[in-house]
């Protein structure tokens, strides 16, 4: 049966027990396994626990071989059964047997050693080391949540500043349009003061800037020699004499004047303002977009950050199943070399811990687990990417996105300030994660499947075909044996036979002969003839053999 795995197009062919054999290259937790965390941390955990149990299991088991042999020995100790004996044969035979008591009590207490030094204490060794590890672990996760909320904290109040100051900018961009400006010429002068605001920030030359200096000094030199000139001439004109109708036509027109004068400041007033607000909104939107850059670094931090800590959790996973494996091995060597009796069944033990896979198994975890694919995603997807405690790396949702949205990079138009809408640009960036991190890539990975599938195929079936036949030499061997001792015992009952068919014709000859010897004397004491004896014995033989 085959099922396609999500996200990965991959399909997985599961063969008998149920078992998935992928063949993906390079499957890691880090490049698989990143929006994982908590699904890797439950399946380290549970490897802990594992581990726990085994440890368990073997201290039960020390102390069991340890009473069994204090007692065995007790009993050997205190049973003096070949004292009593004075027959040398069963003297011997119950000396044997006690000594048979005490070798095996030695030989518990050594298999209780073997395992209390070789198996129990690296398996202990390893689990402690690893309890250490996953808790330096979790606190690094709890650091690396607090950096990146913070970080997005920050932008947050960034982002709502900009968004203020924009509000403030399309408010003084209205009255100003109301006042009877153009959109153009508030354009116009809003893009001179930011060229005027570029020019101003690059650097120019010394000699540039002092001829500019000497420059700026003579102008403004003509300029207060001209003041001074129409100040003198203002005030000799000033001395004329004046007329009152003259005077009273002039204040009056001086009146108006002042009025139309402080109207249009006014409106200037409001055109400047509007540029000033517009200015200060594309200030706080590039602050804002320079938080935006620091945010999106520290996202890449933290998942680089994440790739480590997935790295280790593997390598904690790896070197436990390992070191279980491992120690296992010993606990059935010394098991088989102990209890020889049940060899066979610890050899069945051996097999399944001798096929102990770690990269299969997982394999297996990974693909069962996965959800997201590193290498279709971009790195603005990262932006909108968060721990959590309990789902682990995840998503944002929406509702927790508020103020968390990447400003344009192109300066304010006036289009923004009419619409009243916060530029915000929804692309970012779209630069592949794979340039950033490490990403597993997934290509020409069904081509792989496929022949490694057909590979394993013709392996699987060369093992059922080498599994059958080793079964049937050994199901021959074992009716074989069956048949010699089935052999064995027929023979001894003919053997048995012929020995009680031997031992009766031995006394029945033994009686022909006694009664021919006492026909003999009889015949001899009557006077018979010997003829007549000799038919009568062998007729007596002859129903003898026919008994027989």
Excluded at 28 to 55: E, H, K, P, R, W
Excluded at 228 to 243: M, W
Excluded at 507 to 533: H, Y
Aim: glycine share 4%.
């Amino acid at each position: 049966m085959e099922s396609e795995v999500d996200g990965l197009g991959i399909k997985a062919k599961f063969y008998d027990g149920g078992r998935a054999n992928f063949t993906i290259p390079n499957l890691s937790f880090a490049t698989d396994l990143l929006y994982n965390l908590t699904d890797v941390q439950t399946y380290c955990d549970n490897g802990i626990a594992t581990q726990q149990n085994v440890i368990s299991l073997l201290k039960s088991r020390i102390n069991l071989e340890k009473m069994y042999s204090t007692e065995l020995a007790k009993i050997a100790d205190q049973a003096n059964i070949e004292n009593t004996e004075h027959g040398p044969s069963m003297k011997n035979a119950l000396g044997t047997l006690r000594a048979q008591y005490l070798n095996t009590s030695v030989q518990h207490q050594i298999f209780a050693k073997n395992l209390q030094e070789d198996v129990l204490e690296p398996i202990s060794q390893l689990f402690v080391n690893h309890g250490r590890k996953m808790q330096n672990l979790v606190k690094l996760i709890g650091n690396l949540r607090k950096q990146v909320k913070l970080q997005e904290e920050q932008y947050k109040k960034e982002f709502a500043g900009f968004e203020k100051q924009f509000r403030e900018a399309c408010i003084a961009f209205s009255s100003a349009m109301d006042a009877g400006f153009s959109s153009t010429l508030i354009q116009e002068q809003y893009q001179q003061q930011l060229e005027d605001t570029k020019q101003a920030a690059l650097p120019v030359d010394r000699l540039e800037r002092h001829s500019h200096m000497i420059h700026q000094t003579l102008h403004e030199g003509d300029q207060e020699l001209v003041s001074v000139e129409k100040q003198s001439e203002f005030d000799l004109n000033s001395e004329r004499p004046r007329g009152i109708h003259f005077s009273a036509s002039h204040n009056g027109h001086n009146v108006v004047n002042w009025l139309l004068s402080s109207e249009q400041q006014r409106k200037k007033m409001m055109c400047a303002n509007a540029i000033k607000t517009l200015q200060t909104a594309e200030a706080a939107r590039v602050s804002c977009h320079a938080l935006w850059d620091m945010l999106e670094n520290g996202k890449l931090d933290m998942l680089r950050s994440m790739q480590s800590i997935l790295t280790e959790y593997q390598q904690i996973s790896e070197h436990r199943i390992s070191n279980l494996a491992i120690n296992l091995r010993k606990h059935v060597v010394f098991e088989s070399s102990m209890l020889a009796n049940e060899q066979y069944d610890w050899q069945m033990v051996a097999g399944k811990i001798e096929n102990v896979d770690f990269e299969g198994d997982m394999r297996d975890f990974i693909l069962n687990t996965t959800r997201v694919n590193l290498s279709e995603m971009k790195v603005n997807d990262i932006c909108n990417t968060m721990i959590s405690k309990t789902a682990g790396m995840m998503r944002t949702p929406m509702s927790l996105r508020k103020n968390l949205f990447p400003v344009r990079k192109s300066p304010l138009q006036i289009s923004d300030l009419a619409t009243r809408r916060v530029p915000i640009d929804f692309q970012a960036n779209q630069k592949p994660l794979a340039s950033s991190i490490v990403v597993r890539s997934v290509q020409n990975t069904s081509k792989q499947t496929e022949l490694e599938e057909s590979k394993y195929e013709k392996i699987t079936d060369l093992k059922t075909s080498t599994c059958r036949e080793a079964n049937n030499t050994i199901k021959g061997s074992e009716k074989k044996a069956l048949h010699r001792v089935c052999l064995a015992r027929d023979v001894a009952r003919v053997l048995l036979g012929v020995h009680d068919t031997l031992t009766q014709v031995s006394t029945t000859a033994s009686i022909v002969s006694s009664s021919a010897e006492t026909s003999i004397k009889s015949q001899s004491l009557s006077g018979s003839s010997p003829a007549s004896g000799r038919s009568s014995e062998s007729a007596d033989l002859g129903e003898a053999i026919d008994i027989q």
